[in-house]
C-alpha cells in the first residue's frame, strides 16, 4: 500500500469499511511509514475531541418554546388587482419557476429534471457515514468483481489517479426504479459519485445540469447511460468525464 493509498482509505479504516485483507495492508503500511501514522493519530484524536459531551449544550427552555411555537400571522389588508392584471402576473411567476425543468428538458438526449435531482439526492444519501461505499478499493479488478451477482450487467470501472480521479469504491444503488452501479472517485476532498446502467439508444454527448451547488453531467455511450455528480466545479467534473470516456478498460 502506497501513502496516496492509505490517504484515500484513512476514513473508511477509522469508520470500520474496509475488509480484512485492506485492514492488515493499512495497519502494515501505518505501523512503517511515520507521516501515514502521525495523520490517523491526528484524525483519531479530532474524532475523539468531537464526541465529548461538554461540545454540546440544551438549548435554553425560552429559545425552545420561541421554536415550538406556531408563527404569528399578522393581519396585512390586501389591495384588489384587476383579473386581467393578476392572471398576467400569475402565468409569468408559473413561466420563470418552470423554466430551468423546461430548459433542461428541451435539450434533446438530456436526462429528466426528475432524474438529475434524483441522482443528486442519492449522492447526498451517499455522503453519509458508512454509506459511501459496499466495496472500498483503490483496485478496478476487486471493484468489477465485487458487482457479479448483484446486477443484471457488467459495469464499467476504470483507473483513473493518473488523470487524477482515482478510484475508491463502489456500491449498489437505484436510481429511476433499478438497480444502478456507483462508482465512486476522489479528486482532492471531493467525492464523485458515477451511476451507470444499461440504456438503449444512440450514443449522446454529454448534457450539464446543476442544481443547489452541485454538477450532474448525463450521458450515453456504448449502450450504456452515465450520471455523473459532484460537488466540484463544472470544468472538473468535465474533465473527469471525458478522461472515463478516453480511458481503455
Excluded at 67 to 82: G, K, L, Q, Y
Excluded at 93 to 111: D, E, I, N, Q
Excluded at 219 to 240: I, P, Y
Aim: charged letters at 25%.
Amino acid at each position: 500500500m502506497t501513502c496516496d493509498e492509505s490517504r484515500l482509505l484513512l476514513h473508511a479504516y477509522l469508520d470500520d469499511e474496509l475488509d480484512a485483507a485492506q485492514s492488515v495492508d493499512m495497519e502494515r503500511h501505518v505501523a512503517a511509514c511515520p507521516a501515514c501514522a502521525a495523520a490517523q493519530r491526528e484524525h483519531e484524536r479530532l474524532r475523539k475531541a468531537l464526541a465529548q459531551p461538554e461540545l454540546y449544550r440544551r438549548a435554553p427552555e425560552a429559545l425552545r418554546r420561541q421554536w415550538e411555537a406556531p408563527p404569528a400571522v399578522a393581519a396585512t389588508p390586501r389591495r384588489r388587482r384587476p383579473l386581467a392584471l393578476a392572471a398576467a402576473a400569475g402565468f409569468a411567476g408559473a413561466l420563470l419557476l418552470s423554466a430551468p425543468t423546461w430548459l433542461w428538458l428541451a435539450r434533446p438526449g438530456a436526462a429528466p429534471a426528475a432524474l438529475v435531482d434524483e441522482a443528486i439526492s442519492g449522492h447526498l444519501r451517499s455522503l453519509q457515514p458508512q454509506h459511501l461505499m459496499d466495496v472500498v478499493s483503490t483496485d478496478q479488478h476487486t471493484v468489477k468483481p465485487w458487482f457479479e451477482g448483484k446486477l443484471d450487467f457488467a459495469p464499467r470501472v476504470k483507473e483513473l489517479a493518473g488523470e487524477g480521479f482515482p478510484l475508491a469504491g463502489g456500491r449498489l444503488d437505484a436510481i429511476g426504479g433499478r438497480s444502478v452501479a456507483a462508482l465512486v472517485y476522489r479528486r482532492r476532498m471531493h467525492a464523485i459519485n458515477l451511476y451507470q446502467w444499461p440504456a438503449d439508444g444512440a450514443d449522446t454527448p454529454q448534457s450539464i445540469a446543476q442544481r443547489h451547488g452541485y454538477t450532474v453531467i448525463d450521458w450515453r455511450q456504448g449502450g450504456m447511460r452515465f450520471l455523473a455528480v459532484s460537488d466540484l466545479n463544472e470544468g472538473e467534473l468535465k474533465q473527469f468525464a471525458l478522461a472515463f470516456d478516453n480511458t481503455a478498460h
